[in-house]
């Protein structure tokens, strides 16, 4: 489990800047997450890192108006 979580934190800060305090937290929330699982570690740490980043926004392609294709 530790490794999972290290590799989580590893990773997760490679893609936010982080300071002491909230690297504690993120971790904090990664062994809570963690804790119980079973399965494949990089399903596990895959997991972990979208519990991390949070919901995901949506990015539909929208259609392009009229008015854009003629610029």
């Known amino acids: 489990m530790e490794n999972i979580v ?3 934190i590893r990773t997760y800060g490679l893609m ?3 300071s002491p305090e909230e690297e504690a937290a993120a ?3 990664v062994v809570e997450f963690v ?3 079973i399965g494949d570690e990089n399903t596990i740490a895959v ?3 979208k ?3 949070g919901p995901k926004p949506s990015r539909r392609r929208r259609a ?8």
């Open 35 to 37: 804790k119980g699982r």
């Open 64 to 71: 392009r108006r009229a008015t854009e294709l003629s610029a």
């Open 27 to 29: 971790r904090q929330r």
């Open 6 to 8: 290290e590799r989580v």
């Open 47 to 49: 997991e972990a890192i």
């Open 51 to 53: 519990h991390l980043r």
């Open 16 to 18: 936010i800047s982080l």
